[in-house]
């Protein structure tokens, strides 16, 4: 680099850094004299310099009251300073703190027209004199000089070292701060040069005529000497010190304005609203600074604009700061020169912590860290002894924590009992009014598509005094499928638990007590499997959801809250049997590598022999004591189905014979046993059908281990089964939720409306119009999926509802029923909205709901916004942002992306792209799988009889029976 070394002079002394400290900002008002202009005006002087700190307003003029305050500030200078002056006393002392390692930066505020560039020419022209003269005297240090300028127009920043520079970034080092990118930086040769530049970043600046000044600044302008010094000689070590370095900004802000006042229009406008704007954010920081309470964090909001952010050192941080307010004397600007001495009051107050810049060799920082380590570790050798009383007082924290939380929990299990209580009150009370048998006409919406008529939507049923009752229950006994399918996914954990169990044991050598152990479990898997039964047949009946009409919103949402807990129950259930899942896809893992061993590495006879004390794992008896009892169609219960059909009959000689091994038919009787089944299972078992060729036993393993993987991947299957039917659950309720609330403000309809609808009209009937509703369906649905989707505009419905509800609706005769809710729900929606609006008369009212939902939907676009980065692959990005046309160039392209999607209502192939983009990016599909029903598998049938984990237990009779 070239960066041409200033010589020290002889006489110079060795330079000490300052002590570094606090400090207020130093503040002078500088008043120039009246302009020829306001002299031609007969604008009178309103102000008065009554000595050399204060300032105060004339009382003498006529219009004005009497104003005595007086304006005290570091240094007040009037209309007859020069501006040396000004320098020495209101910038010298701070700017020359560069040359000592210390930033600095001298600020010009004050209206427009006030004097600001006139005062600042001066300052810089002072100071690089008197910096050269500085480095003049220096004999022992070296001196280098850069300089850079910028200019902040119209927020834009433009570096002024070259003639037509573009805009330039602001970006935030880690180190430095904010550092604006690519900015020029020329080192100084001289001041001549120095000079020289300057008066080009002159020349480059934007400048304009304004009714106040002919050439008035528009921008505002930074000035930034950055001066770095070091010992002439390298060689010597330097106890601290090696080099010194900070920056020095001369700051000509653009003038405050009125655009009353300068008759601003246009671009002259435009500039002076991000002139006043900026410069609102620093008076807001400067006020903040002001008042800020010692030891008390406020917001300061630097990075409202792009002068506080470059400048942020210079506001309350690590410089030293001088400000120079200029005003005018005239009347007529007496309302801004005041506002300049309120901003000077303020200023007067902001204290920063100027610090030595130094900049320490390598060697010496070495040093440094290592004095900095040793000091930590004694500190903590110190500290050693006072530590578990910190901890203790930890703890007791935490203690006082834990036991917060408990009390207020005992508090909402209290608030749940009651509503229970009051619930089953009301409940009972209900039931006196049933009238017998009138259950028998309800009719499930969550059932597969049946005839119309018996599919009643919620608006056909008249509404009866009966139907409160009758909702409610119904939502109950959703709430308990809810916990049923908890329990079952609980189920489907320990039948695994049990396969694995068989497995080991099968794996690890068939002994008698494995094979009774084994015998066992199966019957412990029979006896789940009659209970699933059981619980299947409860299940079917439970899903007969009549359709009815009801007004008891406050029993709803107390059901809410009690199912919002069940769910939340189910989820954690399920969660917890993913993991436990995990773990016993490791053990599998384990125990296959285990078998590898034993078959490569030892006689299947020895392995056998060696593994065949093998103990069943605690863990899983232990895990089977905490699951619920009875019930349901678990993997386990289905997976026993298997076994059932298999050992309930006596299995041919030719399963024997390949279950255990060739030449197996000769069994060994084992000890007498009087459950049928154990006694059966042993018999299959016996040690000495073990002694077998190693072929047969490898076969054997790999097949329990194909049929035990198969399982799992069917356990997942099923626990994602159990998710889907846990969140079809929810959404039934909120069907049944909707109703409630629909009929609450539509009163329910009448007579006339239905007989307005044929199909209606031919359910009232019970005339049974399958064919002509199959008929009539697609069309129907499409014009129903169209009024919903303009609906969820108008009502700003979350796009992610829209999605999903889209993509799983897509015209299947069973979506009728939730069509015609979502559609009922929308609409009530949307004259709640609209009421809400004529009342408040305002649509951004606070309280407006749909402003509230506004808000909703774009904190929902913001946050998929951030998602999409994380869910989607650079390529996948770059296709969608092609896709949707946006620039490749262009700012926050994920922004724009999702503020695209969900706009259009009339283009279908817009509204299927968004779907597909927002499930993708929520994670609730992924490319290359098929939408909807797959997605989400709510056929809304009852609990599917397909048992996909018999596969893999049929695979292995399959291949046993081909061997
Ligand atoms: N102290 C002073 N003595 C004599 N003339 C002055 C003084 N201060 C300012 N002026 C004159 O007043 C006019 C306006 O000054 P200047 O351009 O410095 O104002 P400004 O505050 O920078 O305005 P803007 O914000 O519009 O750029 C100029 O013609 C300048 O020469």
Same mark, same amino acid.
């Given at each position: 680099m070239l960066s041409p070394v200033v010589k020290a002079s002889p006489e110079s002394a060795p330079q000490q850094p300052p002590p570094r400290g606090r400090e207020k900002i130093l503040v002078t008002v500088r008043v120039r004299p009246l302009s020829s202009r306001e002299i031609a005006q007969r604008?009178?002087?309103?102000?008065?310099?009554?000595?050399?700190?204060s300032v105060v307003f004339k009382v003498?003029?006529?219009d004005r009251s009497p104003q005595t305050k007086s304006y005290k500030f570091d240094r007040v200078f009037g209309p007859d300073s020069v501006t040396n002056a000004v320098y020495e006393e209101g910038a010298k002392d701070v700017a020359l703190s560069a040359l000592k390692g210390l930033n600095a930066t001298i600020f010009a505020y004050g209206q427009?027209?006030?004097g600001k560039t006139f005062t600042m020419r001066g300052i810089v022209e002072n100071a690089i004199r008197d910096i050269y003269s500085f480095i003049e005297q220096q004999r022992d240090r070296n001196f280098i000089l850069k300089v850079s300028a910028l200019e902040i127009y119209n927020e834009i920043v433009k570096d002024?070292?070259?003639?037509?520079g573009g805009p330039l970034r602001l970006l935030d080092d880690p180190e430095k701060g904010t550092v604006v990118e690519k900015l020029t930086e020329d080192t100084v040769k001289d001041i001549d040069h120095l000079k020289r530049i300057l008066s080009n970043v002159e020349a480059h600046r934007q400048v304009g005529e304004t009714m106040l000044n002919e050439?008035?600044?528009?921008s505002h302008q930074i000035i930034r000497l950055t001066v770095e010094n070091f010992p002439q000689k390298l060689t010597e070590e330097p106890a601290v010190v090696n080099s010194l370095v900070a920056t020095l900004n001369f700051v000509d802000l653009a003038g405050s304005e009125r655009a009353s006042q300068t008759l601003a229009e246009g671009n002259r406008l435009k500039e002076g609203s991000h002139i006043n704007r900026s410069l609102l954010t620093l008076t807001t920081i400067i006020r903040k600074l002001s008042s800020q309470v010692k030891g008390k964090s406020v917001h300061l909001?630097?990075?409202?604009s792009k002068l506080t952010r470059i400048l942020q050192n210079s506001l309350g941080g690590n410089a030293r700061t001088a400000i120079i307010c200029t005003m005018s004397p005239a009347y007529s600007h007496v309302e801004q020169s005041r506002n300049t001495l309120f901003f000077a009051t303020q200023a007067k107050e902001v204290v920063n912590s100027a610090r030595v810049n130094v900049v320490v060799s390598d060697k010496e920082l070495v040093k440094q860290l290592q004095k900095e380590v040793a000091r930590l570790e004694a500190e903590l050798k110190t500290d050693g002894g006072s530590r578990p009383s910190n901890t203790e007082a930890l703890l007791s924290e935490k203690d006082a924590e834990i036991q917060k939380l408990r009390d207020e929990m005992r508090q909402l299990y209290l608030q749940r009992d009651q509503a229970q209580a009051r619930l089953d009150e009301v409940l009972k009370k209900a039931s006196d009014e049933v009238p017998e048998?009138?259950?028998?006409h309800s009719v499930s919406?969550?059932?597969?598509?049946?005839?119309p008529a018996d599919q009643?939507?919620?608006?056909?049923t008249k509404q009866t005094p009966t139907a409160s009752v009758m909702l409610v229950q119904e939502i109950r006994k959703l709430e308990h499928m809810q916990d049923e399918l908890g329990e079952d996914a609980s189920r489907a954990l320990e039948a695994l638990q049990k396969e694995v169990e068989c497995l080991r044991l099968a794996q690890s050598g068939m002994n008698q007590d494995s094979a009774t152990t084994i015998a066992k479990l199966q019957a412990e898997i029979r006896s789940l499997h009659k209970a699933k039964h059981n619980n299947r047949n409860k299940m079917s009946s439970t899903f007969a959801v009549s359709s009815v009409r009801i007004s008891v919103r406050d029993e709803i949402k107390r059901l809410n809250s009690f199912a919002t807990v069940d769910e939340n129950i189910a989820d954690t259930t399920i969660a917890t049997l993913e993991e436990q899942l995990e773990s016993v896809q490791k053990s599998l893992d384990t125990m296959l590598l285990d078998s590898k061993c034993t078959s490569e590495g030892a006689s299947p006879r020895t392995a056998a022999r060696r593994k065949a004390?093998?103990?069943?794992?605690?863990g899983t008896s232990a895990s089977r004591r905490n699951l619920p009892p009875e019930n349901s169609s678990s993997p386990r219960a289905r997976r026993t189905l298997s076994f059932e059909n298999n050992e309930n009959n006596p299995p041919s000689s030719r399963e024997n014979r390949s279950l255990l091994g060739?030449?197996?038919?000769k069994q060994t009787p084992l000890r007498k046993k009087t459950d049928p089944d154990i006694a059966g299972a042993s018999k299959e078992l016996t040690p000495k059908n073990q002694r077998n060729s190693s072929v047969d036993i490898r076969k054997m393993q790999s097949m329990f281990k194909t049929a035990a993987e198969e399982n799992i991947r069917s356990i997942r299957a099923y626990v994602v089964e159990l998710k889907e039917r846990v969140a079809k659950l929810q959404y039934q309720k909120q069907l049944l939720v909707c109703q409630v609330l629909d009929m609450e403000a539509n009163g329910g309809l009448n007579e006339d409306e239905n007989q307005n609808d044929p199909d209606l009209v031919c359910m009232a009937k019970g005339i049974p119009s399958m064919s002509k509703f199959l008929e009539t369906w697609p069309t129907l649905f499409t014009k129903q999926r169209k009024q919903i989707v303009q609906l969820w505009d108008t009502c700003q419905v979350s796009i992610v509802h829209r999605s999903q509800f889209y993509l799983l609706f @897509?015209?299947?005769?069973?979506d009728k029923v939730y069509m015609e809710v979502e559609l009922r729900r929308l609409t009530w929606l949307q004259e709640q909205f609209s009421q809400t609006t004529q009342e408040s008369?305002?649509?951004?009212?606070?309280?407006s709901s749909l402003a509230a939902s506004l808000r909703a939907l774009k904190r929902e676009r913001d946050l998929l916004a951030k998602r999409i980065k994380a869910s989607l692959q650079l390529e996948e990005r770059e296709e969608l942002f092609a896709k949707w046309q946006i620039?490749?160039?262009? @700012?926050q392209r994920k922004m724009q992306l999702v503020y695209k999607i969900?706009?259009?209502?009339?283009?279908l192939a817009h509204i299927e792209d968004s779907a597909k983009l927002v499930a993708r990016v929520a994670g609730f599909w992924e490319p290359g799988k098929a939408a909807s029903k797959e997605m989400f598998?709510?056929?809304?049938?009852?609990?599917?009889? @397909? @048992?996909?984990?018999?596969q893999g237990w049929n695979a292995i009779l399959n291949n046993l029976g081909a061997m």
């Open positions: 604008d009178p002087s309103a102000w008065d310099c009554i000595d050399f700190k003498s003029h006529p427009t027209s006030s002024l070292l070259v003639a037509d050439a008035s600044s528009r909001p630097y990075r409202d048998g009138s259950s028998q919406p969550t059932s597969t598509f049946q005839h009643a939507s919620p608006s056909i004390g093998t103990p069943l794992t605690s060739h030449g197996s038919q @897509k015209g299947d005769p069973a008369g305002c649509e951004d009212d606070e309280s620039p490749v160039d262009s @700012k969900w706009t259009d209502t009339q283009d598998e709510l056929a809304f049938a009852p609990p599917s009889n @397909k @048992k996909p984990w018999v």
